[in-house]
């Protein structure tokens, strides 16, 4: 991870992410809000990073830039060492189906799908066959620990086994990066934690890049790297010096 201090952390395969100098200006009627103002982050495989910050210093703002749901003012959005401003809309658009996972504390389940449909829709939309949908599916919601409850639509389900909905959904197609903006907000801590670990595993394990927006103090113990951010800055860099006894053996 590199940011605007220029501290890096090399990593062979390359990064997943990079941003330089990311500007976002609103106007708010007669007044410009600077939502960014130059970030520079860089973002390598296996890393598992939370954004914090005060309501308004620009998480959210940050994430919709790098998932290419907004377009900053200035600067630079760099994936895979490609900068997505220039992409075609139609390319941005497949790339996000196709390599990109998100997770909203809002979770935008269907209510009429099951849990097994919510999940298996994003492998329709990818034109993935009927046999490899079915297999891939069940082993993405068998990973989140859903199969008793696959055939359940989200209304009979609890607030942190709809959250494993979210999650299964984001990594069935096995994406590359990961964007999540308050996951465990509505969630008690034992589910909290159990969420955490999840993501943590599963990005280790699999080399994804995941940046997480969140207010959760219990992110600490799981991601390898806090960044700070105010009024749109990142001002500070923490990486966790210590794993509590439950996460050094998770």
């Given at each position: 991870?590199s ?11 390359g ?37 914090k ?42 790339w996000r189906?196709?390599?990109v ?27 993935v ?11 993405t ?25 979210a ?15 308050e ?5 008690d ?5 159990e ?6 595993n ?14 959760d ?15 749109g ?5 923490e ?12």
């Amino acid at each position: 991870m590199s940011t605007k201090n220029g501290s890096t952390n090399s990593h062979p395969q390359g990064f997943v992410i990079e941003t330089k100098n990311l500007r976002r200006t609103y106007k708010l009627g007669d007044q410009e809000v600077h939502a960014l103002r130059g970030v520079n982050l860089q973002l390598g495989p296996g890393q598992f990073v939370a954004l914090k910050g005060r309501s308004g210093s620009g998480k959210t703002t940050l994430l919709n830039c790098i998932g290419g749901l907004d377009q900053p003012t200035e600067g630079q959005v760099i994936i895979f060492g490609e900068e997505i401003g220039r992409w075609s809309e139609n390319k941005l658009t497949t790339w996000r189906r196709q390599q990109v996972g998100f997770i909203f504390q809002s979770l935008g389940l269907l209510p009429a799908l099951s849990a097994y449909e919510n999940v298996e829709l994003i492998l329709r939309m990818n034109s993935v066959g009927a046999k490899e949908r079915k297999d891939v599916t069940v082993a993405t919601l068998d990973l989140v620990g859903l199969t008793k409850w696959m055939d359940h639509r989200p209304y009979e389900l609890s607030g942190g086994q709809q959250q494993r909905v979210a999650i299964a959904r984001a990594l069935v197609n096995n994406p590359k990066v990961i964007i999540a903006d308050e996951p465990t907000g509505d969630l008690d801590s034992k589910t909290g934690r159990e969420i955490l670990k999840l993501f943590r595993n599963i990005v280790h394990e699999r080399q994804i890049a995941m940046l997480m927006a969140t207010h959760d103090s219990l992110v600490d113990e799981y991601v390898d790297q806090i960044l700070r951010l105010q009024d749109g800055e990142i001002v500070a860099i923490e990486t966790p010096q210590s794993e509590t006894p439950e996460t050094a053996s998770a």
